[in-house]
């Protein structure tokens, strides 16, 4: 186990709602990203935060937002969602720095947009 | 654009084969590339990670190479065991420590015993 956790692990929404999907980092780390992952598809990178600062954004339109809170934790919000919306999230945590580039995934939470 | 390729969806190979998969990329400059393992249902797990300034990489029975004139990295497994069935990702990171991740679509292997 990597010591990340996720939760919930899922979740059925309906078109148009709002979802909080929420991430425990590991011990140690101070940078999460998120992912999102399509069935039969790569992940994709939507954000990372670092020390509470949103630090690159991927393909992914301003109702995907992010927090991360002081003890590293982080939060995935996304607005008026869609149905294409559904997919696996995934949180991983890392340390900042060269050569520290392996991230540590959670199990991930699955979302189903109805 | 930017494209990160794997050679194939899914390939089956008889156990204790060598099992080789490639990763192909255009229009990025990765300071590093990672190999990850995921299996249904579950997040990518870490294999192995190599810098832009080195050839070859091993652990125990995985190996891997990146060569960026050609844009390519392969992935092998010796003596391959039916534990080793799994979806294979490749991932590039264009910056230096900021793991900012971007993967390829995955490799699915699968090992006959």
């Known amino acids: 186990e990597t010591g990340v956790t996720q939760s919930p692990t899922h979740l059925i929404k309906t078109r148009g709602q709002q979802v909080t999907l929420r991430c425990s980092s590991q011990s140690g780390h101070n940078t999460v990203s998120w992912y999102q992952q399509a069935l039969g598809q790569g992940p994709q990178f939507i954000f990372q935060?670092?020390?509470?600062?949103?630090?690159g954004r991927g393909n992914f339109p301003p109702r995907f937002s992010g927090l991360q809170f002081p003890n590293y934790s982080s939060e995935l919000n996304v607005n008026a969602l869609e149905l294409d919306d559904s997919a696996l999230y995934l949180c991983a945590s890392s340390s900042r720095g060269p050569g520290l580039g392996e991230a540590f995934f959670g199990q991930g939470t699955r979302l189903t947009v109805v | 654009s930017q494209k990160i390729e794997q050679n194939s969806e899914a390939l089956n190979i008889q156990e204790g084969k060598t099992a080789t998969l490639t990763c192909n990329y255009t229009n990025y400059s990765p300071a590093y590339l990672q190999w990850y393992r995921q299996d249904p249902g579950r997040g990518p797990v870490f294999l192995l990670l190599?810098?832009?300034?080195?050839k070859e990489k091993r652990k125990e029975r995985l190996k891997v190479t990146f060569d960026t004139t050609l844009k390519q990295s392969l992935f092998h497994i010796t003596a391959s065991q039916p534990a080793d069935s799994a979806t294979y990702l490749c991932a590039l990171d264009p910056q230096t420590g900021a793991n900012n991740l971007f993967f390829g679509t995955g490799t699915r292997l699968t090992v006959i015993p």
């Open positions: 190599i810098r832009e300034n080195e």
């Open positions: 935060y670092y020390r509470e600062e949103e630090n």
